[in-house]
């Protein structure tokens, strides 16, 4: 099933939790790149996201979007 189809009859409070859901799963993602010894069980994390798209989660409400650009410059400036 599309994922337009699932988020559409969505109410707006169920879009912004799972999008906040969503963006929360992101975010200690990107902490792991930063502090690998407090990294969390990824596939953990990886199965959580996968889960919450199907369910209609966006990157809609991703404050955390300064916070991925910010990870991807730090990446390329070490060389990860």
């Known amino acids: 099933m599309a994922w337009n189809t699932i988020r559409a009859p969505l109410s707006e409070a169920e879009t912004d ?3 906040k859901q969503f963006c929360g799963d992101i975010e200690y ?7 690998p010894a407090d990294a969390p069980p990824l596939l953990e994390y990886r199965n959580s996201l996968r889960a919450l798209v199907k369910r209609g989660a ?16 730090f990446l390329r400036q070490t060389g990860i």
């Not at 993602?29 to 502090?35: H, R």
């Open 17 to 19: 939790e799972l999008d």
């Open 29 to 35: 993602l990107i902490s792991a790149i930063y502090d």
């Open 58 to 73: 966006s990157a809609r409400l991703m404050k955390c979007r300064s916070t991925v650009e910010n990870t991807i410059q």
